[in-house]
């Protein structure tokens, strides 16, 4: 659990970034996104992608309609072991509160299950300069030393965020609120794998003359390119 000096320092720095939004986003101004709801889902042998996508799209428009502010699916392509990643905004915990507390419970008979492994993670977004959303996405995971304090994880963390930042022209971050991992994850957008192949080059410079020889603590670290899935 995220002990509360964390909780009170990502408060602080949540009302630097409400006001940034995906173009195409509708009615941004009413909502602040400061949450993240995550989830992960991997494809079982033998199972049919086409059959789960349709299910997890479903359920997107679910959760919109249960009160959730955007949602939007991405599919792996390069990476780690994952089909698909969901995601939806939510500005409060009493917003998150509210939705999850008139849900009522799954049914027994419910619609079978599709998916194998199955992960749930609660985010703030601390950082949103992504504005646009673009065919192709970028997700790369770090966690630091546990013998760090929270705010030295944050100082690195904002160390290699500012690096993709620069290299991609704009990402988001989000540091880990709930949830299995301990996170900081980076979101940067690409338009072609020609488009990425420059913005990976501009990293690697970036990286070679600014942080390579810098000590960052990083405990582990994955990347994952991923599509958006049109709704």
Sequence with gaps: MKNLFSILAIGLSLSLYAGH????????????????????????????????????????????????????????????????????????????????????????????????????????????????QTPYVLEAKYSFGPYLTDNERRANAKKLFDAYDRAFGGCNMTEHFWGPELTWNFYCGYESYADFANKAAALSVIHEDELADTKLDVLDHSDHLMTRVER
């Design 21 to 132: 939004h995906e173009e195409g986003e509708a009615d941004a101004s009413m909502h602040e996104n400061n949450f993240v709801y995550i989830s992960t889902y991997t494809q079982p042998a033998g199972g049919n992608p086409e059959r789960l996508k349709k299910s997890l799209l479903k359920n997107l428009d679910t959760l919109e309609t249960n009160g959730y502010n955007r949602c939007g699916m991405l599919r792996h392509q390069f990476g780690g072991g994952r089909s698909f990643l969901t995601y939806c905004y939510f500005d409060s915990w009493e917003q998150f509160a509210e939705i999850n507390d008139s849900e009522n419970p799954i049914a027994g008979d419910g619609p079978r299950q599709l998916y194998g492994d199955h992960t749930d993670k609660l985010a703030a977004v601390v950082v949103r300069n992504l504005t646009k």
